[in-house]
């Protein structure tokens, strides 16, 4: 219950940061900062509040999962709109997502999501460039747009960002043709 209530948190948060990215300004960029890390926060706990209460259950992965999806691509789809990167990413991030429940539940036919350790990997670091971004917000609001310091910060944080958008971009693709080249692959064991 817990759990969910976590995870239900994290879901309500999809709309005010996406549109926070999509339309900037529309909220103050500390707030963003505080949305993301409260949505990090949640992701963090809602699993581990699943095993402790055993309430754990493979459609309590499948919604928090979703909503991780939903979240971070909400955001990055949101980025693309305003200009501020490709919408390649957010595009890939739906593939890879759409073909991680389609591969564990009818080519697997399991009754859970089937991780792999990239696209676990992906998922974690798909809030980075959000942060990165957001903090680039913060500089360029908080700090006067003379101040060198303030457009320093933000021109890094901002280019860093696009670097690991780029990154996960790659690392995107690869998990997918990953899952897409597994099952064709013998089983060892």
Request: charged share 10%; proline share 3%; hydrophobic share 55%.
């Given at each position: 219950?817990?759990?969910n209530?976590?995870?239900?948190?994290?879901?309500?948060?999809?709309?005010p940061v996406?549109?926070?990215?999509a339309?900037?300004?529309?909220?103050?960029?500390?707030?963003?900062?505080?949305?993301?890390?409260?949505?990090?926060?949640?992701?963090?706990a809602d699993?581990?509040?699943?095993?402790?209460?055993?309430t754990?259950?493979a459609?309590?992965?499948?919604?928090?999962?979703a909503?991780?999806?939903?979240f971070v691509?909400?955001?990055l789809?949101?980025?693309?709109?305003?200009?501020?990167?490709?919408?390649?990413?957010?595009?890939?991030?739906?593939v890879?997502?759409?073909?991680?429940?389609?591969?564990?539940y009818?080519?697997?036919?399991?009754?859970s999501?089937?991780?792999?350790?990239l696209?676990?990997w992906?998922?974690?670091?798909?809030f980075?460039?959000?942060f990165?971004?957001?903090?680039?917000?913060?500089a360029?609001s908080t700090?006067?747009?003379?101040?060198?310091l303030g457009?320093?910060?933000t021109?890094?944080t901002?280019?860093?960002?696009?670097?690991?958008i780029?990154l996960l971009?790659f690392?995107t693709?690869?998990?997918?043709a990953?899952?897409?080249l597994?099952?064709?692959?013998p089983?060892?064991?």
């Amino acid at each position: 219950m817990l759990a969910n209530l976590l995870t239900g948190l994290r879901l309500a948060l999809v709309l005010p940061v996406a549109l926070a990215f999509a339309v900037p300004g529309s909220l103050s960029a500390v707030a963003l900062l505080g949305l993301l890390a409260l949505a990090v926060a949640t992701d963090m706990a809602d699993g581990r509040a699943a095993r402790h209460f055993g309430t754990a259950s493979a459609r309590g992965m499948l919604f928090d999962h979703a909503t991780d999806f939903l979240f971070v691509t909400s955001a990055l789809a949101a980025l693309a709109y305003a200009g501020v990167i490709s919408a390649l990413l957010p595009a890939l991030i739906a593939v890879a997502f759409t073909q991680y429940v389609l591969d564990s539940y009818l080519l697997h036919r399991q009754k859970s999501l089937r991780m792999s350790v990239l696209g676990r990997w992906n998922g974690v670091f798909y809030f980075v460039p959000l942060f990165l971004f957001a903090a680039s917000f913060t500089a360029s609001s908080t700090l006067s747009a003379s101040n060198e310091l303030g457009n320093t910060i933000t021109a890094i944080t901002g280019q860093l960002g696009i670097g690991i958008i780029w990154l996960l971009t790659f690392s995107t693709l690869a998990s997918i043709a990953d899952r897409a080249l597994a099952p064709r692959q013998p089983s060892h064991g």
